[in-house]
C-alpha cells in the first residue's frame, strides 16, 4: 500500500501517522488507486491488470474465437479467468508446505511406534 501511495500520490504512511496528512485523506487515496498496481496484484481480480493489459487479453480472446470459428468449431474458446493475486500464490504454497510437514509427522509418528 506504501509504495503505490507514493507511486501514484506522493504520500507516505508515515506522512499520516505523524499527523501531515489527515487519515481520511489516505483511505480515500487508498480506495481510488489505480489498476494495476501492488495492492491490486496481491489481491487479485481484473484491477490487477492496467486498462492496456485487459484490453490485450481481450483482443487476444477474440483472435482466439476468429480462429476457432475459421477451424469449423461450433463454440468459442472460453473467457480466461481474472489473474489471481499474489496472495493466493503464498496461501497455496503455505498449506503444500503444511501439507507436506503432515505427511512427515505421520510418517515420523508411524516409525516411532513401529521401533518403539
Same mark, same amino acid.
Given at each position: #500500500?506504501? @509504495?503505490?501511495?507514493?507511486?501514484?500520490? /506522493?504520500?507516505?504512511?508515515?506522512?499520516?501517522?505523524?499527523?501531515?496528512?489527515?487519515?481520511?485523506?489516505? !483511505?480515500?487515496? *487508498? &480506495?481510488?488507486?489505480? +489498476? /494495476? /498496481? @501492488? &495492492?491490486? +496484484?496481491? &489481491?487479485?481480480?481484473? !484491477? *490487477?491488470?492496467?486498462?492496456?493489459?485487459?484490453?490485450?487479453?481481450?483482443?487476444?480472446?477474440?483472435?482466439?474465437?476468429?480462429?476457432?470459428?475459421?477451424?469449423?468449431? =461450433?463454440?468459442?474458446?472460453?473467457?480466461?479467468?481474472?489473474?489471481?493475486?499474489? =496472495?493466493?500464490?503464498?496461501?497455496?504454497?503455505? =498449506? *503444500?508446505?503444511?501439507? =507436506? @510437514?503432515?505427511?512427515?509427522?505421520?510418517?515420523?509418528? #508411524?516409525?516411532?511406534?513401529?521401533? /518403539?
Amino acid at each position: #500500500m506504501n @509504495a503505490d501511495l507514493q507511486r501514484v500520490y /506522493g504520500v507516505c504512511l508515515t506522512d499520516m501517522y505523524e499527523g501531515r496528512i489527515p487519515v481520511l485523506d489516505v !483511505a480515500d487515496f *487508498a &480506495v481510488h488507486l489505480p +489498476r /494495476g /498496481g @501492488a &495492492v491490486h +496484484r496481491w &489481491v487479485g481480480g481484473w !484491477a *490487477a491488470l492496467t486498462a492496456q493489459e485487459e484490453h490485450l487479453v481481450n483482443v487476444e480472446h477474440l483472435l482466439n474465437a476468429q480462429i476457432a470459428q475459421t477451424a469449423g468449431k =461450433r463454440s468459442a474458446p472460453p473467457f480466461p479467468d481474472a489473474p489471481k493475486g499474489e =496472495r493466493d500464490a503464498e496461501v497455496a504454497k503455505a =498449506r *503444500a508446505e503444511e501439507k =507436506r @510437514a503432515s505427511r512427515a509427522r505421520a510418517l515420523a509418528s #508411524m516409525q516411532n511406534r513401529i521401533n /518403539g
